[in-house]
């Protein structure tokens, strides 16, 4: 066998691996960066920060940098822009849609969007168009094998708006998005891991 080497396979493979991982930190990174500017520094008062670093400490991401990013954040001197836009819109069957997108360019961002809804049979809406229906929640989801009873005890009683349990014992907690630092804290404070 000509060219096989078992070292090569593996430095390609993993090479792979790095940039499919560099490209979900770079994402990461723009999402710690964003929730900062908009909610300012401290995690316990901004609950998107706080959902946004757990979900990067998921992804193995070191502490310097994501601390790194919390201060280019806070700061506002980093060249990119990056902000929040929400679009409304009609998707198949006039089932109402909304689209939250981080863009450094509204301009280059909307013809995606519009082309995105066009190609599904829909079509995007106006300002204020869909907003009206909906509510932003906060989900807290746990694995089945926990103690129902003593979960929706200490959830209602820490200020969790809903409860759900779906098929298998997997159970859902909805808050809003002011109450989600207060109820997490309650439930990891109970021995409950999200």
Known sequence: MAG???????????????LKRGKIFIKLIHEITVATKEGGLKSGNNSRLRAT??????????????????????DGENDENM??????????AEITVMVESMTDN?????????????????????????????????????????????MMEVALNGGADDIETHDGGLMDIYTTAADFSLVKDVLDAAGFEA
């Open 106 to 150: 509204r301009n280059r961002t909307v013809p995606g969007v519009r082309h995105a809804f066009s190609k599904s049979g829909g079509n995007l809406g106006t300002d204020g168009s869909v907003n009206y229906l909906f509510h932003k929640k906060r989900v807290i989801s746990y694995e089945a094998g926990l103690d129902e009873d003593e």
């Open 53 to 74: 670093i757990d979900k990067v400490l998921s992804h193995n991401m070191i502490r310097d940098t994501i601390n790194r990013a919390v201060i280019r954040g806070a």
């Open 83 to 92: 902000e929040t836009v929400m679009y409304e819109g009609y998707g198949p």
């Open 4 to 18: 096989y080497s078992k070292f090569t396979s593996i430095k390609h493979r993993k090479a792979t691996q790095n």
